[in-house]
């Protein structure tokens, strides 16, 4: 079971994440280094054009991109703990 | 680190795909015939908190960023077959719903995420003795992503998307890593000496 110590120490990460992934990012104009050698090259950003997710780099529909990222790494910590859950069902089941 | 679409060329796309497949039926195999289900639980938990930690991305100004990895704690806590597991899970969920790296270098981030950082740190912290462990760590940590970025360099340089080849990505994204892999290597050995001191038997790889 998950302990509720690391429960408080995922929240807490996940609750100061947008100062340095939002805020911060802001601040310096951060760019991708790939994105920025793409640019230089003169190649298209298709990434809107064959985006799936509604949760593209960790925002949220609707939601500001501070709170969005917050919304967003909360989700994805929840989908990596159910899916680390059913992997565990189904590995450990193969074995009996 | 996260390699985004459009970066590698079909033959890397496929070559890479083709080594994490192979790898991760390898390593689920292994996994499912000597892992507990507490060690898959500590799995899924050590890989909720990486990918928690890889969203404090530090900006750097001059355009870059900095942000914990992971891959080489993973291998160094869980031993490196539920090492890769746990850094599969964060990489794939990163992909899938966030698109932060791209769907067609999914294998070669795998690959260099939690194949090539995950075993190579753990391999680094094992050859250390008991007392040395902390430095052993900091070094898996250190040259773990060093190792990766180099792979990373490899896989944009010998793919025919970019015009610069194996001499210039190379150096570059090794250089790179080397410098800010100090950080990923100081990190990790605090985490493994925190580990240690409060809940040592998590450490037990052999299970």
């Given at each position: 079971m998950v302990s509720r110590k690391t429960i408080l120490i995922v929240v807490f990460l996940v609750t100061i994440s947008p100062i340095f992934g939002v805020i911060l990012s802001e601040a310096v104009g951060y760019h991708e280094p790939l994105d920025i050698v793409a640019e230089l090259l003169g190649l298209e950003d298709r990434t809107e054009d064959t985006n799936w997710t509604p949760?593209?780099?960790?925002t949220f529909p609707g939601l500001p991109d501070t709170v969005g990222y917050i919304v967003a790494g909360l989700i994805g910590v929840t989908i990596v703990l159910v899916l680390g859950h059913f992997l565990t069902e189904i590995l450990v089941r193969k074995n009996v | 680190m996260h390699i985004p679409d459009g970066f590698l060329d079909v033959t890397v796309a496929t070559l890479t795909y083709a080594i994490s497949i192979v790898f991760a039926i390898y390593a689920f195999r292994r996994v499912s015939s000597s892992g507990s289900r507490d060690r898959l639980a500590t799995a899924s938990v050590l890989a909720a908190v990486i990918f928690a930690a890889q969203m404090l991305n530090w900006p750097l100004p001059g355009g870059t960023s900095l942000h914990f990895v992971g891959g080489a704690l993973a291998g160094v806590v869980l031993g490196p077959w539920l090492g890769f597991i746990s850094m599969f899970l964060v990489i794939l969920v990163q992909c899938l719903?966030?698109?932060?790296?791209g769907i067609t270098a999914l294998g070669a981030n795998l690959l260099n995420m939690a194949i090539i950082d995950v075993f190579s740190g753990y391999y680094l912290y094992r050859i250390f003795p008991d007392r040395y462990k902390a430095v052993g760590a900091f070094l898996g940590g250190w040259i773990g992503i060093t190792l990766a970025g180099i792979a990373c360099g490899v896989e944009l340089g010998v793919s025919?998307?970019?015009?610069?080849?194996l001499s210039i990505t190379v150096p570059v994204m090794g250089w790179w890593h080397f410098l800010l892999g100090v950080i990923e290597g100081a990190i990790t050995s605090s985490a493994v000496v925190y580990i240690l001191r409060r809940s040592p038997h998590i450490l037990d790889t052999r299970r």
């Amino acid at each position: 079971m998950v302990s509720r110590k690391t429960i408080l120490i995922v929240v807490f990460l996940v609750t100061i994440s947008p100062i340095f992934g939002v805020i911060l990012s802001e601040a310096v104009g951060y760019h991708e280094p790939l994105d920025i050698v793409a640019e230089l090259l003169g190649l298209e950003d298709r990434t809107e054009d064959t985006n799936w997710t509604p949760l593209l780099d960790y925002t949220f529909p609707g939601l500001p991109d501070t709170v969005g990222y917050i919304v967003a790494g909360l989700i994805g910590v929840t989908i990596v703990l159910v899916l680390g859950h059913f992997l565990t069902e189904i590995l450990v089941r193969k074995n009996v | 680190m996260h390699i985004p679409d459009g970066f590698l060329d079909v033959t890397v796309a496929t070559l890479t795909y083709a080594i994490s497949i192979v790898f991760a039926i390898y390593a689920f195999r292994r996994v499912s015939s000597s892992g507990s289900r507490d060690r898959l639980a500590t799995a899924s938990v050590l890989a909720a908190v990486i990918f928690a930690a890889q969203m404090l991305n530090w900006p750097l100004p001059g355009g870059t960023s900095l942000h914990f990895v992971g891959g080489a704690l993973a291998g160094v806590v869980l031993g490196p077959w539920l090492g890769f597991i746990s850094m599969f899970l964060v990489i794939l969920v990163q992909c899938l719903v966030f698109h932060d790296g791209g769907i067609t270098a999914l294998g070669a981030n795998l690959l260099n995420m939690a194949i090539i950082d995950v075993f190579s740190g753990y391999y680094l912290y094992r050859i250390f003795p008991d007392r040395y462990k902390a430095v052993g760590a900091f070094l898996g940590g250190w040259i773990g992503i060093t190792l990766a970025g180099i792979a990373c360099g490899v896989e944009l340089g010998v793919s025919s998307q970019l015009p610069y080849g194996l001499s210039i990505t190379v150096p570059v994204m090794g250089w790179w890593h080397f410098l800010l892999g100090v950080i990923e290597g100081a990190i990790t050995s605090s985490a493994v000496v925190y580990i240690l001191r409060r809940s040592p038997h998590i450490l037990d790889t052999r299970r």
